[in-house]
C-alpha cells in the first residue's frame, strides 16, 4: 500500500515570491507521481507527473517538481507566483498498475499581492 | 470535447432519502473513477471501473453506496438512505488508460445531507 503526505496545509506567500510545497510517499513498489490543482469550485487539473526518466519534471503553469527516490520526495516548485496561482495542490501516487491512485492532504497555496 | 459531465452540480437531500449522481466520461475513456473529498478525509477513491467493469469497491464506504456504469458513457453512484455524514464533494474521473496517463475530473458534485 502507498501513502501520501503534504506537511503544509497552507502556504502563504507574495506575488512573485519563489515557493516550494512538499509532498513525501510510502511505498513498498515503484511508484507514479502526481501533481494536481484545484481551483475554487472545480475539478482536478493535472499539472505534471512523474513515470519515469529525467527526476525534474516541468509542467503547466511554470511549475517544476524533483522526484528523490531516495528521500521519497516529489516537492513542486515555481520560482515567481502570481495571484492565480492560489489555489489547492495534490500531491498523488500511484501503484505499479497505475490504476489505483492514492492523494495526499493538500496545500492550500495563497499567493498575496 | 466537453470533458468529465457530472450532474448536478448541487444536490440538497433530507436524510434518508436516495441520492443518485450522473457521470458522464470523455468518450473515448476506458476507465472511470468515483472520489468523494471532505475536510476529515481528503480525497477518496470510492470505486474504479474498466471497461464497465468494477475492478475496485473498497474505498466504498457501505452497502448505502453502489455504483453502475452500464455503458461507456455513462456512470451513476446512488446512496440509499444518505445520512447527513454523506455531506460531501464527489467527484467523477476518466481516463484513457487508467491512472498512469492522466485522469481528467469533473466539476463535482456537491451534496448536502441535512
Known amino acids: 500500500a502507498q501513502s501520501v503526505t503534504q506537511l503544509d496545509s497552507q502556504v502563504p506567500v507574495f506575488e512573485e515570491a519563489p515557493v516550494e510545497l512538499r509532498c513525501n510517499y510510502s511505498?513498498?513498489?515503484?511508484?507514479?507521481l502526481f501533481w494536481y490543482v484545484q481551483y475554487p469550485n472545480q475539478g482536478l487539473q493535472l499539472l505534471l507527473k512523474y513515470l519515469s526518466g529525467s527526476t525534474l519534471v516541468k509542467g503547466i503553469n511554470g511549475f517544476e517538481a524533483e522526484f528523490n527516490k531516495s528521500q521519497t520526495s516529489f516537492h513542486l516548485r515555481k520560482p515567481s507566483v502570481h495571484i492565480s496561482d492560489t489555489a489547492e495542490y495534490f500531491c498523488?501516487?500511484?501503484?505499479?498498475?497505475?490504476?489505483?491512485?492514492?492523494f495526499g492532504g493538500g496545500t492550500r497555496l495563497m499567493v498575496k499581492p | 470535447d466537453a470533458g468529465v459531465i457530472q450532474s448536478p452540480r448541487h444536490e440538497v437531500t433530507e436524510m434518508g432519502q436516495e441520492v443518485t449522481l450522473r457521470c458522464k466520461p470523455i468518450s473515448g475513456h476506458n476507465s472511470l473513477f468515483w472520489y468523494r473529498q471532505t475536510m476529515m478525509r481528503g480525497l477518496e477513491l470510492l470505486i474504479y471501473f474498466n471497461n464497465n467493469v468494477p475492478i475496485d469497491d473498497s474505498g466504498m464506504p457501505e452497502d448505502r453506496f453502489s455504483a453502475k456504469m452500464p455503458n461507456a458513457s455513462f456512470s451513476t453512484l446512488k446512496i440509499q438512505p444518505s445520512e447527513p455524514r454523506d455531506s460531501a464533494v464527489y467527484f467523477c474521473a476518466s481516463s484513457p488508460q487508467g491512472i498512469l496517463t492522466e485522469a481528467f475530473f469533473g466539476q463535482g458534485t456537491r451534496l448536502t445531507v441535512v
Open positions: 511505498s513498498s513498489v515503484s511508484v507514479y
Open positions: 498523488a501516487v500511484s501503484n505499479n498498475a497505475g490504476n489505483m491512485l492514492t
